[in-house]
């Protein structure tokens, strides 16, 4: 079903937030290792990723208020056991 997230066929997987947290990790790296570039295009794409960080950081709390949100629902998952997904269809 899912390369990425935790599910039923891919109970390795990671949680939504967490992939992006890490993401993020790598964007902040990237922006250190440009942030004193003074050509035009390093402030461009730095403008760019300051950008993409904020949005970044919202979406994390939209996957962890969707976490909670299941959590309070169903309890925790049980998908890293194989267990069923706690909404939605097989």
Do not use: W
């Amino acid at each position: 079903m899912t390369r990425y997230l935790i599910s039923e066929t891919n109970p390795k997987g990671c949680k939504l937030e967490d992939i992006l947290m890490e993401i993020r990790r790598d964007i902040i790296l990237r922006c250190t290792k440009i942030v004193d570039d003074d050509r035009n295009e390093a402030h461009l794409v730095l403008n760019n990723n300051v950008k993409i960080l904020g949005l970044m950081s919202d979406a994390i709390i939209l996957a962890e208020d969707s976490t909670q949100i299941l959590d309070k629902a169903f309890g925790p998952s049980h998908a890293v056991e194989g267990g069923p997904p706690r909404i939605g269809k097989d």
